[in-house]
T-cell receptor, first 113, second 116 residues
Framework: AQTVTQSQPEMSVQEAETVTLSCTYDTSESDYYLFWYKQPPSRQMILVIRQEAYKQQNATENRFSVNFQKAAKSFSLKISDSQLGDAAMYFCAYWRHTDKLIFGTGTRLQVFP | EAQVTQNPRYLITVTGKKLTVTCSQNMNHEYMSWYRQDPGLGLRQIYYSMNVEVTDKGDVPEGYKVSRKEKRNFPLILESPSPNQTSLYFC???????????????FGPGTRLTVL
């Protein structure tokens, strides 16, 4: 069965600095999607970035980028130039087409001025 | 505006009193799903549906029912709620197009349920 592991329950970063959140997953499939979702205090689930497993190029969205290592089954999120508004819970998720979306347990990110 | 809506947003009820949480999407998505979020456990899937009249169990279906009579609606039914169903519930939807952009799940605002 597929699993997603986020080994960092909490992380902190200074404003304007860079932070990396870790995510590893376990699957025997070769074609799947990976996501990072952000959950601010409002509890809304907001898509941050997404990656297709068959694409070797790492996805980027403005200050957010991923380091996707398919062989190592690793999908870390890098936040550059951190802002106070980046403070939230971040969830890594795995989805294979028509199957269920599997989430990690989340990493709480604190941003200090 | 493309969105997933849930109602109610907050609900306090008592053990055994049947309740329904509604979910509606206006994007013509085939796939809809319910999740519950509990501290330290992340989000876990309760039920999902790949189209009208097609539903299937997720990881934690016990104590819940769903129906998909129309494409846009996917209500979650708790026939006899218990305190261990106190949680934050999310509905989500997406296409089933086989491409990353269209298959990305979008979430409703969440429903905070407390069962006393």
């Amino acid at each position: 069965a597929q699993t997603v592991t986020q080994s960092q329950p909490e992380m902190s970063v200074q404003e304007a600095e860079t932070v990396t959140l870790s995510c590893t997953y376990d699957t025997s499939e070769s074609d799947y999607y990976l996501f990072w979702y952000k959950q601010p205090p409002s509890r809304q689930m907001i898509l941050v970035i997404r990656q297709e497993a068959y694409k070797q190029q790492n996805a980027t969205e403005n200050r957010f980028s991923v380091n996707f290592q398919k062989a190592a089954k690793s999908f870390s999120l890098k936040i550059s130039d951190s802002q106070l508004g980046d403070a939230a819970m971040y969830f890594c998720a795995y989805w294979r087409h028509t199957d269920k979306l599997i989430f990690g347990t989340g990493t709480r990110l604190q941003v200090f001025p | 505006e493309a969105q997933v809506t849930q109602n109610p947003r907050y609900l306090i009820t008592v053990t055994g009193k049947k309740l329904t949480v509604t979910c509606s999407q206006n994007m013509n998505h085939e796939y809809m799903s319910w999740y519950r979020q509990d501290p330290g456990l992340g989000l876990r899937q309760i039920y999902y549906s790949m189209n009208v009249e097609v539903t299937d169990k997720g990881d934690v279906p016990e104590g819940y029912k769903v129906s998909r009579k129309e494409k846009r609606n996917f209500p979650l039914i708790l026939e006899s709620p218990s305190p261990n169903q106190t949680s934050l519930y999310f509905c989500a939807s997406s296409f089933l197009a086989g491409d990353l952009i269209r298959d990305t799940q979008y979430f409703g605002p969440g429903t905070r349920l407390t069962v006393l």
